[in-house]
């Protein structure tokens, strides 16, 4: 089984990247774990959509080859960032073009929802991925994961999760494992 991990941040040292990393632990043995890697996509732009730029067939294949997506998003002024929402305009977009009757690479597609962020735990950046996730089809897991970044994190750069933040990724983890089919 392969989980595709998606991280709503391009920043380096990301705490949700941080947070990624983390589950990835959690899911080692259980089912092969692969970070997507999207930096190149362009933005979406119907000039350009047919055929596919390399970076958006690539990125297709790795979510129509996965199992499972794993999306770990930061919270930007109470939503999902633009370079998440970029990639989720492209995988939504049909696999051939203006035939919307050959699907999406991200229909039907179990997804999950993590993020760490401020003092709402990535709570609005969670509640809005979770409806565009719905919106464009992907068969969304109830069990989320939100981490507040407390004061010693934004410090050191570093991801500090606590029993509760580690018992709550365990508890998601094995959920979507069985989501997907694996016990």
Request: with cysteine.
């Amino acid at each position: 089984m392969k989980i595709l991990m998606i991280n709503g941040s391009l920043r380096k040292e990301s705490f949700n990247r941080q947070l990624a990393e983390k589950a990835a632990e959690i899911l080692d043995g259980k089912a092969e774990v692969v970070f997507l890697d999207y930096a190149d996509v362009p933005f979406m732009d119907q000039d350009i959509e047919s055929p596919a730029p390399e970076a958006v067939a690539r990125v297709r294949n790795e979510v129509l080859s996965s199992d499972g997506l794993w999306f770990f998003s930061p919270e930007y002024n109470h939503s999902y960032t633009g370079i998440l929402k970029n990639l989720l305009d492209w995988l939504s977009r049909p696999l051939e073009a203006g035939n919307y009757a050959s699907g999406t690479a991200i229909a039907g597609k179990k997804a999950a929802i993590s993020g760490a962020a401020g003092q709402s735990g990535a709570g609005y950046s969670r509640e809005r991925l979770r409806e565009l996730l719905i919106q464009i089809k992907a068969d969304v897991l109830a069990d989320e994961t939100g981490v507040v970044l407390g004061a010693e994190c934004w410090q050191s750069n570093k991801l500090v999760l606590t029993d509760n933040d580690m018992a709550q990724l365990q508890k998601q983890a094995e959920a979507f494992l069985t989501s997907c089919g694996i016990d």
